[in-house]
């Protein structure tokens, strides 16, 4: 594997792209408000989706995520197409970002001067990675920053009328509904899951998948239970690295402790990936990476300082062969307005400066033993312009 850059005790970085939807928006000028997003291209116009994630190859990313994240058959049918539309669409996101990566190393060879070292485009090694957003993704308005989702995700869907929590209640009944919540996030997971890897083409080009954005303890426990049954029901060949990334707007996870109350902690959620008690899935997998994605960049380093403690008192205690990945991308710091679909710029010494931010903050952790290395890119408002900026900073600083 090529690593792009190291961290001060030597532990790899790998290089990941950017906001994929945005990118489509702000570079390649495209309207994409449709519940399908970044997906809508899939299938309109997939020479865009390949060029998008050319633009991300060119600048230095070792690993480009696919066009999937709002892809969910709840999504498929209210753009207008059928159960077996979706499944086709899925499965070309991924045949798609395999040729753009298959056109990048040819036009690369036989210097790849991304890296600046003559003849290197062969040792190159470009990875894919399955964007699977979180249920709260296809709700409209979308819902992965608050959370609030409808019976039988969660206890109350988004109300504009105000009142609005996603904690159920410390009762009897609360926890009957949750574990009814957890099992209906667990399908929701699974049929995409099952809807690839029911393809080998597809499922072998798929070198990881990704989590995003998830703002639930519950979503997380569905996602480890999810990934158990797909082994399950297909073999040690389903098994791929995974990750699991939450999301902190404002700095705060979303999911209240109980209804209308205080927010849960970094150390619950981090136990509820990595461990198997209360808030964890018992006897369910770890992750090979956690971290954090589209979450404002002045957060970042007080988080990652916390969820490294936090792995650093937790140890080997789930039974891993090694450590995991830390995975980071934090968006611009510009905000989303849910409800109409647009962006306010964030302070602007901030979006100047992301890349310096962004390294600085996973110098500061990725060479603790808790990780075996980092993934590091960008979310929402970042383009291959900060991705290539992102490179040029970790090289300048340790090659």
């Known amino acids: 594997m090529h690593i792009h850059a190291t961290t001060p005790s030597r532990k790899p970085v790998l290089i990941l792209d950017g906001g994929f939807g945005t990118t489509l928006e702000d570079v390649f000028h495209q309207d994409i408000s449709t519940p399908l997003w970044s997906a809508r291209p899939i299938e309109d116009n997939p020479e865009l989706i390949i060029a998008a994630h050319l633009a991300f190859l060119r600048a230095g990313a070792d690993v480009i995520l696919t066009s999937t994240y709002q892809c ?97 209640p410390d009762s009897d009944d609360g926890k009957a509904q949750e574990e009814k919540a957890i099992a209906a996030l667990t399908a929701f997971h699974l049929e995409r899951l099952r809807a690839l890897v029911g393809d080998v083409e597809t499922w072998a080009a798929i070198d990881f998948v990704a989590f995003e954005t998830v703002p639930l303890v519950r979503e997380i426990r569905a996602i480890r239970h999810a990934m158990e049954l797909l082994v399950q029901e297909n073999g040690a060949s389903a098994a791929k690295p995974w990750w699991i990334s939450t999301v902190y707007p404002g700095g705060r996870f979303p999911q209240e402790r109980s209804p209308g109350g205080g927010k849960l902690t970094v150390r619950e959620v981090v136990e509820a990936i990595m461990g198997e008690g209360r808030l964890g899935a018992p006897q369910s997998p770890t992750p090979w990476g956690l971290g954090v994605n589209c979450t404002e960049p002045q957060f970042i380093g007080g988080l990652l300082k916390e969820m490294t403690n936090i792995m650093e008192g937790l140890g080997n205690t789930a039974g891993r062969s090694q450590s995991p990945w830390l995975v980071v991308y934090p968006n611009r710091g510009d905000v989303y307005d849910a409800a109409s679909q647009t962006w306010s710029k964030g302070a602007e010494s901030i979006r100047q400066n992301w890349a310096v931010h962004v390294w600085a903050d996973v110098q500061r952790v990725a060479g603790s033993k808790a990780w075996s290395g980092c993934l590091a890119g960008g979310c929402c408002k970042t383009g291959p312009q900060e991705i290539a900026e992102l490179l040029r900073v970790s090289r300048s600083v340790f090659q």
């Open 72 to 168: 969910a058959f709840q999504t498929f049918e209210r753009s207008g197409y059928t159960r077996e539309d979706g499944v086709r669409i899925l499965r070309k996101a991924v045949l798609l970002a395999t040729e753009a990566r298959r056109q990048y190393k040819e036009e690369r060879a036989p210097d790849d001067t991304s890296t600046g070292v003559p003849g290197t485009a062969h040792v190159r090694d470009i990875k894919i990675a399955l964007s699977l957003g979180p249920f709260g993704a296809t709700l409209s308005p979308a819902q992965e920053f608050d959370g609030f989702y409808p019976p039988p995700y969660g206890p109350k869907g988004l109300s504009q009328e105000g009142g609005n929590y996603n904690a159920f």
